[in-house]
């Protein structure tokens, strides 16, 4: 019979913390190289929009409308407006207050909910359908871009919700809000300059 190898420990790690904020986070890191990628890809989509426009005399081309800005803008203030319950949820999971942080990401959700719904009359307000020319191509592959990364951040809204309400919410789960807050910011501010390419540049040309 072999004896067993005896174990020493080498480190006690006991007095460290079960719950991590920041870039002490593995998620964390996770989620911002993922806010690299898409912005790479958001780049790409403004630039190919750009590059475009070369091709054209006027831009958009002449018999296209301009974009109407009613529902983008109402889509804008909603956008910011977004970010208060989401900064309030992401301070209440820093201080472990479960309650509050669910309750600022339930309301968090019904924000984006509609932001969801804009983006579908802001589709319409391009006043281009996507196979009508290659500027209402591109304008189009800018906001369904977008709006995949509008559409995840619910999906993933949604589901946080659903735990922290669940009788299963752990310390943990209250990490995720504040890298979801992250995210969210960077959505939000990503869309910004796009307004302005999508819907004011071609008042300008």
């Known amino acids: 019979m072999i004896d067993p190898i005896p174990v020493r420990a080498v480190r006690d790690v006991s007095g460290l913390p079960d719950v991590t904020f920041g870039n002490r986070s593995l998620a964390w890191w996770g989620t911002l190289w993922l806010m690299v990628i898409e912005a790479g890809t958001l780049v790409i989509c403004a630039t190919a929009?750009?590059?475009?426009?070369?091709?054209?005399?006027?831009?958009?081309?002449?018999?296209?409308?301009?974009?109407?800005?009613?529902?983008?803008?109402?889509?804008?203030?909603?956008?910011?407006?977004?970010?208060?319950?989401?900064?309030?949820?992401?301070?209440?999971?820093?201080?472990?207050?479960?309650?509050?942080?669910?309750?600022?990401?339930?309301?968090?959700?019904?924000?984006?909910?509609?932001?969801?719904?804009?983006?579908?009359?802001?589709?319409?307000?391009?006043?281009?359908?996507?196979?009508?020319?290659?500027?209402?191509?591109?304008?189009?592959?800018?906001?369904?871009?977008?709006?995949?990364l509008l559409l995840l951040d619910v999906c993933e809204d949604a589901g946080i919700a659903l735990i922290l309400w669940s009788g299963d919410a752990r310390k943990r789960h209250l990490s995720d809000i504040t890298d979801d807050a992250m995210y969210w910011y960077f959505t939000v501010g990503a869309w910004v300059p796009l307004f302005v390419l999508v819907f004011l540049y071609p008042r300008w040309t």
């Open 49 to 148: 929009y750009l590059y475009l426009r070369k091709n054209f005399y006027d831009y958009p081309p002449r018999g296209t409308p301009l974009p109407s800005l009613g529902v983008p803008i109402t889509q804008l203030i909603v956008m910011g407006g977004s970010i208060i319950p989401m900064a309030l949820a992401a301070r209440a999971a820093k201080r472990m207050d479960l309650e509050s942080a669910r309750l600022w990401l339930t309301l968090e959700l019904v924000f984006k909910a509609a932001i969801l719904v804009l983006r579908w009359y802001e589709f319409k307000a391009l006043n281009v359908w996507w196979n009508s020319n290659a500027y209402g191509s591109a304008a189009w592959v800018i906001l369904g871009f977008h709006a995949t």
